[in-house]
């Protein structure tokens, strides 16, 4: 049982460059979210996804596109990066949005 | 403005005492509160989680307690074992809401 797979685990980017990071569930969760940790500042919400086809943004969305095309994935792009963008991100996915998360390892991604 | 907060940046505990972490919040639209905890190099995993209808909830050696009217809660592990060593989240949401907000973290070292 797989849960909530991220992929890269880790990422340079030089300052300006796009990507993606990739999130897939496999427990048919309809709630999925992407959270940024950074020292001292707990996990911030920065996407949600209550379900195929509705996304919506969290505290920190500015910078990062979402989409959701099926229950199981739901990639966070990066338009443009900035050094600011260096963190640590977690995808997680829960049967509804008030339930208990599942997160994934997580990304870490250096912005140079 | 951080919600929740962790003031307590760091713990530590002797094997087989008790260890006790706190969280105070500061939204009393909060209704649901959910205990995290963090791995180096892993995503958060789901613990333990409180209602704000009750005033405790017991998991085996995990207990949390939540006081309304101060906005607080705590919890507690006994005994400590040196596998519990890990960063604990403290998050929060509302019936209906699209967020967990999440405290900073403790870092929690049961010493053997």
């Known amino acids: 049982n797989a849960g909530v797979t991220q992929t890269p685990k880790f990422q340079v980017l030089k300052t300006g460059q796009s990507m993606t990071l990739q999130c897939a569930q496999d427990m048919n969760h309809e709630y999925m979210s992407w959270y940024r940790q950074d020292p001292g500042m707990g996990l911030r919400l920065i996407h949600y996804?209550?379900?195929?086809?509705?996304?919506d943004q969290g505290e920190v969305p500015n910078g990062y596109n979402v989409s959701r095309s099926t229950t199981e994935d739901f990639p966070l792009r990066l338009l443009s990066a900035a050094p600011s963008q260096t963190s640590v991100y977690f995808c997680?996915?829960?049967?509804?949005?008030?339930?208990?998360?599942?997160f994934g390892q997580g990304t870490r991604l250096t912005v140079v | 403005d951080q919600q929740v907060k962790q003031n307590s940046p760091s713990l530590s505990v002797q094997e087989g005492r008790i260890s006790i972490l706190n969280c105070d919040y500061t939204?009393?639209?909060?209704?649901?509160f959910l205990w995290y905890k963090k791995y180096p190099a892993e995503g958060p995993t789901f613990l333990i989680s409180?209602?704000?209808?009750?005033d405790k909830n017991e998991d085996g050696r995990f207990t949390v307690f939540l006081n309304k009217s101060a906005k607080h809660l705590s919890l507690h592990i006994v005994p400590s074992q040196p596998g519990d060593s890990a960063v604990y989240f403290c998050?929060?949401?509302?019936?209906?809401?699209?967020?967990?907000?999440f405290g900073t973290g403790t870092r929690l070292t049961v010493i053997p």
């Open positions: 998050a929060a949401s509302s019936t209906g809401a699209n967020n967990l907000f």
């Open positions: 997680a996915s829960a049967p509804q949005q008030d339930t208990e998360a599942f």
């Open positions: 939204n009393s639209m909060f209704d649901y």
């Open positions: 996804s209550v379900g195929a086809g509705i996304t």
């Open positions: 409180i209602s704000s209808i009750k």
